[in-house]
């Protein structure tokens, strides 16, 4: 009977650390600083060689380095932003990855993770309020989405918000149910990286279907063998 | 008339001449061609320059080697002059040249629609940042007419086409359609003369930099596709602009 208390105890111990464990890490500061990058001399070319044709395209691209942690806009040679951000993790089908320098990948923006808002004129009996009227006051874009692109790799943006418990479960249960349940999918790398809400939203505003993305730090994953699609 | 037949000397000059055409040719195709301006062709690299391996990068330069020296023969009449072997540091400063080159000098306009700002820069310098409002990205579908709208800005590099003072707003049919209102009959219900402001500056296919009559929603993505700023912004860039003048919106 005293043993079966002493054990209980030690899983109640046990159980009180876990949760302070990841209490420290849900509360934990983000910390948004860029890293040093120092590519080597043939990597910068290899990069240049591949920004060449997307700046002489005249539109906007984007060069997203995991090595430095860098959301960089480009457009006809002038770089106008760049968004630091957090890595959380890079997972390939083998399992974790670490960005490397001279890893290169040219991708298509596919989808930006939000079904698009549809315009439904106002019924003439029922008059709109001033403040709530989408036309004035829009409603804010998502913080939370993931980007498809044309290769098996998908981003998942995370906006932190000055959250309360309830929001950053949730947003636990998320990444959980991403990384091994229903919102995976056939891609072979998923990539999540974190910065301010707001921040995410202003990411989000500027991206169009169709946009080049150099992927820094990570090397593009060999064609699919058609063998290995199971359907669906 | 007499007909000259071609005699042995003139035999033996055609035959030169046909030799000296070949050479030519021969020549002329060891000759750089033009680059393409939309897909630029790598730059040759001669033997033995390290060159940009589809693996791994290589550790180290390789110095040019030396190569047997061909055998002599008759030099042709035109021989390309062989370029300078480039080294990686050559290669690579003539890309960021070639990147930098297409940036713009003088004055510019740059709009971030991710922030809602427009950028008047002179140089490198901004001279004015205005909170602007631009495209929703929202979806308007018109069923009966089987046709649709998507309200984004648009982007890329545009040019300034046309300076208008005192814009008037001929309404489109997306215009009504979002309001639930019947398409109007006459060309008169749809003029709204004081919805631009002041001031509209054209960058083609309909979208222009125009002021509002809702300062309010200034840096919100409320607009149909167009860019707005407030009244004051607009006059200091309308008048520091000119026709021409490039606007990047990314």
């Given at each position: 009977?005293?043993?079966?208390?002493?054990?209980?105890?030690?899983f109640?111990?046990?159980?009180?650390?876990g949760?302070?464990?990841?209490?420290?890490?849900?509360?934990?500061?983000?910390?948004?600083?860029?890293?040093?990058?120092?590519?080597?001399?043939?990597?910068?070319?290899?990069?240049?060689?591949?920004?060449?044709?997307?700046?002489?395209?005249?539109?906007?691209?984007?060069?997203l380095?995991?090595?430095?942690?860098?959301?960089i806009?480009?457009?006809?040679?002038?770089?106008?932003?760049?968004?630091?951000?957090?890595?959380?993790?890079?997972?390939?089908?083998?399992?974790?990855?670490?960005?490397?320098?001279?890893?290169?990948?040219?991708?298509?923006?596919?989808?930006r993770?939000?079904?698009?808002?549809?315009?439904?004129?106002?019924?003439?009996?029922?008059?709109?309020?001033?403040?709530?009227?989408?036309?004035?006051?829009?409603?804010?874009?998502?913080?939370?989405?993931?980007l498809?692109?044309?290769?098996?790799?998908?981003?998942?943006?995370?906006?932190?918000?000055?959250?309360?418990?309830?929001?950053?479960?949730?947003?636990?249960?998320?990444t959980?149910?991403?990384?091994?349940?229903?919102?995976?999918?056939?891609?072979?790398?998923?990539?999540?990286?974190?910065?301010?809400?707001?921040?995410?939203?202003?990411?989000?505003?500027?991206?169009?279907?169709?946009?080049?993305?150099?992927?820094?730090?990570?090397?593009?994953?060999?064609?699919?063998?058609?063998?290995?699609?199971?359907?669906? | 008339?007499?007909?000259?037949?071609?005699?042995?000397?003139?035999?033996?000059?055609?035959?030169?001449?046909?030799?000296?055409?070949?050479?030519?040719?021969?020549?002329?195709?060891?000759l750089?061609?033009?680059?393409?301006?939309?897909?630029?062709?790598?730059?040759?690299?001669?033997?033995?320059?390290?060159?940009?391996?589809?693996?791994?990068?290589?550790?180290?330069?390789?110095?040019?080697?030396?190569?047997?020296?061909?055998?002599?023969?008759?030099?042709?009449?035109?021989?390309?002059?062989?370029?300078?072997?480039?080294?990686l540091?050559?290669?690579?400063?003539?890309?960021?040249?070639?990147?930098?080159?297409?940036?713009?000098?003088?004055?510019?306009?740059?709009?971030?629609?991710?922030?809602?700002?427009?950028?008047?820069?002179?140089?490198?310098?901004?001279?004015?940042?205005?909170?602007?409002?631009?495209?929703?990205?929202?979806?308007?579908?018109?069923?009966?007419?089987?046709?649709?709208?998507?309200?984004?800005?648009?982007k890329?590099?545009?040019?300034?086409?046309?300076?208008?003072?005192?814009?008037?707003?001929?309404?489109?049919?997306?215009?009504?359609?979002?309001?639930?209102?019947?398409?109007?009959k006459?060309?008169?219900?749809?003029?709204?003369?004081?919805?631009?402001?002041?001031?509209?500056?054209?960058?083609?296919?309909?979208?222009?930099?125009?002021?509002?009559?809702?300062?309010?929603?200034?840096?919100?993505?409320?607009?149909?596709?167009?860019?707005?700023?407030?009244?004051?912004?607009?006059?200091?860039?309308?008048?520091?602009?000119?026709?021409?003048?490039?606007?990047?919106?990314?």
């Open positions: 009977m005293r043993r079966g208390w002493i054990l209980l105890g030690v109640a111990c046990v159980f009180a650390i949760v302070a464990v990841v209490a420290l890490v849900m509360l934990r500061r983000p910390d948004y600083r860029p890293r040093e990058a120092a590519p080597s001399l043939e990597q910068e070319t290899r990069r240049l060689e591949a920004e060449l044709p997307l700046a002489a395209s005249r539109k906007p691209y984007l060069i380095d995991l090595t430095s942690s860098r959301l806009y480009r457009i006809s040679g002038l770089t106008p932003k760049i968004i630091p951000f957090r890595i959380d993790s890079i997972r390939g089908s083998g399992g974790p990855l670490v960005p490397e320098q001279g890893g290169m990948t040219l991708l298509t923006l596919e989808e993770g939000a079904p698009r808002e549809v315009i439904q004129p106002p019924d003439p009996d029922k008059p709109v309020e001033p403040l709530k009227d989408p036309k004035i006051f829009p409603p804010d874009p998502p913080t939370d989405y993931i498809s692109f044309d290769r098996p790799m998908k981003v998942r943006i995370l906006g932190e918000k000055d959250q309360g418990w309830k929001d950053r479960f949730i947003s636990v249960g998320k959980v149910r991403q990384w091994l349940g229903k919102g995976r999918g056939r891609e072979r790398i998923r990539i999540q990286l974190r910065l301010p809400a707001g921040k995410a939203q202003e990411i989000y505003r500027g991206l169009y279907r169709g946009e080049k993305v150099l992927m820094l730090g990570v090397e593009e994953p060999a064609p699919a063998d058609p063998s290995a699609v199971s359907g669906g | 008339m007499v007909i000259r037949r071609p005699g042995k000397k003139t035999a033996g000059r055609l035959a030169a001449f046909l030799a000296a055409g070949l050479l030519l040719s021969w020549g002329a195709a060891g750089p061609q033009e680059p393409s301006p939309e897909t630029p062709p790598p730059e040759p690299v001669p033997s033995g320059q390290a060159t940009l391996p589809e693996g791994p990068p290589p550790v180290a330069i390789q110095p040019p080697q030396s190569q047997p020296a061909p055998e002599k023969r008759p030099a042709p009449p035109r021989k390309p002059r062989p370029r300078k072997p480039q080294t540091q050559q290669k690579r400063d003539d890309l960021e040249k070639r990147i930098s080159a297409l940036a713009p000098r003088g004055t510019y306009i740059l709009i971030d629609t991710g922030l809602n700002r427009l950028y008047l820069v002179r140089g490198r310098e901004v001279v004015r940042e205005a909170v602007c409002s631009t495209g929703s990205g929202r979806f308007l579908p018109d069923p009966p007419r089987n046709r649709e709208w998507t309200f984004d800005t648009p890329g590099e545009f040019k300034i086409q046309k300076k208008i003072v005192k814009p008037v707003w001929i309404k489109p049919d997306w215009a009504f359609i979002e309001e639930g209102e019947d398409l109007p006459r060309a008169a219900d749809r003029v709204a003369p004081d919805e631009l402001g002041d001031y509209a500056m054209d960058l083609g296919d309909g979208y222009l930099i125009h002021g509002t009559l809702y300062e309010r929603s200034l840096g919100m993505s409320v607009t149909h596709g167009c860019v707005r700023v407030g009244a004051k912004d607009l006059d200091v860039v309308f008048h520091a602009v000119k026709i021409g003048t490039p606007v990047y919106i990314f």
